[in-house]
């Protein structure tokens, strides 16, 4: 579904210059949990950002589907990334309901606060509320609320769990793999926990240096990908 052929991402600043993707190709298959790890700096979320059309390949190329991918706007509707720390990447001063709403506002749709919040498994009773006034793990559920209102088929985690405590994890780990069996979802996990993607990933491709070095086909959750009864072939 996702190809990436010898994608190569180069940072040219006045003296220095920094090859942070280096002649990267793999395929993501549709409905998969590709993870990918990888020390600090080798180069993981400049390749989320290449995925997301936020940067541009110096060398190589982006497929999704058939189509060869482009910076545009069309492409919130493919591709949405839930970050790290959800304090910052959601607006300080705008309410649970703006902020899940805010993306169908932009795209001129229907507005289903209730209906996402449902799917996130919070209480209508939050919408009111700012992003400071919400725990953590409440906080990632209303990312994930968010990056799922243009119901896009593929979703970037990038170190999505990695600022929560461990049992708020595997509630957030749950649902993720909930969303992703009931929705037919397609994720790229990107970790520093392999012991996590592990029991998560389809497969696992390590980073190193922006090259991938090895990928490991199978992941010990394999036997839990059996999609999960949220309404057969509605997508929420
Ligand atoms: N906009 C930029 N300009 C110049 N260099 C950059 C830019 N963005 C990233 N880099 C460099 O590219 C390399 C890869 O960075 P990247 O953020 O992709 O790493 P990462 O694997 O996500 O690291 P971490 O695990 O710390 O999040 C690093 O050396 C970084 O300093
Ligand atoms: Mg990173």
């Known amino acids: 579904m996702i190809r990436l052929c010898n994608v190569t991402k180069t940072f040219r ?19 998969e949990i590709f993870s990918l790890v990888g020390e600090n700096g080798c180069g993981k979320s400049t390749l989320a950002k290449l ?19 482009e910076r545009k706007r069309e492409l919130a509707l ?10 910052s990447s959601l607006h300080p001063r705008m309410r649970v309901k703006d902020l899940i709403d805010e993306p169908l506002r932009i795209w001129k749709r229907a507005s289903r606060v209730d209906e996402l919040l449902d799917l996130v498994a919070l209480p209508s009773s939050l919408k009111e509320r700012y992003p400071h006034e919400l725990s953590g ?34 509630q957030i780990a749950r649902l993720l793999k909930e969303l992703h069996s009931g929705l037919g979802l397609t994720y790229l996990c990107i970790s520093h926990d392999w012991e996590f ?8 491709a390590t980073m190193k240096k922006g090259e991938i070095v090895r990928i490991t086909p199978k992941g010990k959750g394999d036997e839990e990908t ?3 009864a949220l309404g057969g072939e509605q997508r929420f």
Request: glycine share 6%.
């Open 78 to 87: 493919e591709a949405q990334i839930i970050f790290q720390d959800s304090l």
């Open 13 to 31: 600043n006045r003296k220095k210059e920094t090859v942070a993707v280096r002649n990267v190709s793999f395929t993501i298959h549709r409905g």
């Open 137 to 170: 793990g409440q906080r990632q559920r209303v990312s994930i609320a968010r990056a799922l209102s243009l119901n896009p088929p593929f979703l970037i985690l990038d170190e999505a769990l990695s600022s929560l405590d461990l049992i708020t994890q595997a």
């Open 197 to 204: 993607v592990e029991s998560f990933s389809h497969r696992i």
């Open 51 to 69: 995925l997301l059309g936020l940067l541009s390949p110096t060398e190589g190329e982006i497929f999704f589907g058939e189509k060869r991918l």
């Open 226 to 228: 059996e999609p999960l």
